[in-house]
């Protein structure tokens, strides 16, 4: 089953909020026995918003978690906190919280651990720079980013786990990786777990694309065996685009099976 995630990132206010996952439920409610569909408000919103999506099968996300389980941390949100709200899956590494806030592959695999200790899933997210791909540096970059994120993460969990491929350059930007382009890093990502793990949690692990993934691209890139779903910030905020993109991953799905 493929699996799209809107990440609202530090957007939408209290009413806004609400409003969106209303329209997300009455758009995507309909998708989620072929699909798996999660958002990811802002922290302040999680409880509204796990109340708006009520019992309609759309999964509660946030966007970052600590990794110490509670006490002297000003800020931070422990993963108790996020399983009191409700949420179910839990973003780590994004390519904004490791190039804007400086997390570390250390930090990033800390929060890895302690989500799927708690019986979380999380997000994995990896990608490169345009610096990093110009250099001819993509494979190496992503290969490390997931080799370091799963340090310790057992065969066992791995069924929590999903990783999206975000190259950093198509994020916010409006550039999109072609489809070749995202399935080429796809395949070294799954030929990875495959060497990590076992072929049984290679094929079965979902790989998402994120990138300024709109409606219209969403098609393309699904038809792509080697991606199986997306993870989505702008378009997320626009709910007739992000039933679209739901759409487009479960139309995707069916034609793979048959
Ligand atoms: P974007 O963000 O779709 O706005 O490029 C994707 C992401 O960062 O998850």
Partial sequence: MPFVGGNWKMNTDLASSVELADDIVAGCAAFVDRCDVAVFPPFPYLQVVGRTLGHHGILLGAQDVCHMPAGAYTGEVSVDMLLDLNVKVVLVGHSERR????????????????????????????????????????????????????????PDSM???????????????????????????????????????????????????????????????????????????????????FKAIVAAAVDAASQEQE
């Avoid at 110009?134 to 994120?149: C, D, F």
């Avoid at 799954?190 to 079965?204: H, P, T």
Wanted: proline share 3%.
């Fill in 159 to 241: 069924e929590q786990v999903t990783i999206a491929y975000e190259p950093v350059w198509a994020i916010g930007t409006g550039r999109t990786a072609g489809p070749d382009q995202a399935a080429e890093v796809h395949r070294v990502l799954r030929a990875s777990i495959g060497d990590l793990y076992d072929d049984d949690i290679s094929e079965s692990i979902r790989l998402q694309y994120g990138g300024s993934v709109k409606a219209k691209d969403a098609a393309g890139l699904f038809a792509r065996p080697e991606i199986d779903g997306g993870l989505i910030g702008g378009a997320s905020l626009d709910p007739e685009q």
């Fill in 99 to 154: 190039h804007v806030i400086g997390e570390t592959d250390d930090l990033i695999n800390a929060k890895v651990l302690a989500v799927l200790d708690a019986g979380l899933d999380v997000v994995l997210c990896v990608g490169e720079t345009l610096e990093q791909r110009e250099s001819g540096r993509t494979k190496e970059v992503n290969v490390h980013q997931l080799m370091a994120g799963l340090r310790a993460v057992t």
